[in-house]
């Protein structure tokens, strides 16, 4: 079955530090990953997924299928990166599997 | 284009009763997907439905239900009530399945079981 992991419930960083959230998939097929993020007092919404290779609001995310994961990375953390952020998985039949998600938080 | 609402915002129930939740996509999206939300499991897939017939079932009891119409429109239904499902329901819609499209989040229902 497939299965998304995010170890980390909270993860604290000072403004200007690096950023990695981690995501682990279990799924043998070929995934489609995505990151999802959410806002304080806002809806839910796509930040990236990984077949589009953008880069959305200095994210970045590379699926690394030896390690079987995709994780969110960003150079130098902002205030406004805290978030909940959740990474999903499409597997058989297009269903998505979220992750349990993980609260960044940014410090001055 | 008007997001995706959900309906009612808030609500209280007693365990035992029963419940539906209303869902409206955004204009021409045809696949609308249930999650619920809890501090303890995250965002857990409930079910999708994609042109009034349901495309994927999440794990799930058989207490929770659900239906598109021809609209798109969507409902939930949770019947016997548990404390456990008190929850915050999410609903999203695509233009097509959730799994190939972006999904777009209404801002939920918070539903207190008591």
């Known amino acids: 079955a497939q299965r998304v992991t995010q170890p980390e419930k909270l993860l604290s960083v000072f403004k200007g530090a690096p950023v990695e959230l981690k995501c682990n998939y279990s799924?043998?097929?070929?995934?489609?990953l995505f990151w999802y993020v959410q806002y304080s007092r806002q809806r839910l919404q796509l930040l990236l997924r990984?077949?589009s290779r953008e880069s959305i609001k200095g994210f970045t995310a590379d699926l690394n299928k030896g390690e079987t994961s995709f994780h969110l990375k960003k150079p130098f953390a902002q205030e406004e990166d805290s978030a909940m952020y959740y990474c999903?998985?499409?597997?058989?039949?297009?269903?998505?599997?979220f992750g349990a998600g993980t609260i960044l938080r940014v410090k001055s | 284009k008007a997001g995706v609402t959900q309906t009612p915002r808030y609500l209280i129930k007693t365990r035992g009763q029963q419940v539906t939740l209303s869902c409206s996509p955004i204009?021409?999206?045809?696949?609308v997907s249930w999650y619920q939300q809890t501090p303890g499991q995250g965002l857990q897939f409930l079910f999708e439905?994609?042109?009034?017939?349901?495309?994927n079932k999440g794990n799930f009891p058989g207490r929770f239900s659900g239906r598109q119409f021809s609209n798109s429109r969507s409902e939930m239904n949770v019947s016997t009530l548990e404390l456990g499902d008190s929850a915050l329901y999410l609903c999203?819609?695509?233009?097509?399945?959730?799994?190939?499209?972006?999904?777009?989040f209404g801002p939920g229902t918070r539903l207190t079981v008591t």
């Open positions: 439905y994609f042109s009034e017939t349901q495309r």
């Open positions: 799924y043998s097929g070929s995934p489609e």
């Open positions: 204009s021409g999206h045809r696949s």
């Open positions: 999203a819609s695509s233009p097509g399945l959730a799994g190939v499209y972006e999904q777009y």
């Open positions: 990984h077949i």
């Open positions: 999903a998985l499409s597997g058989p039949g297009n269903k998505l599997v």
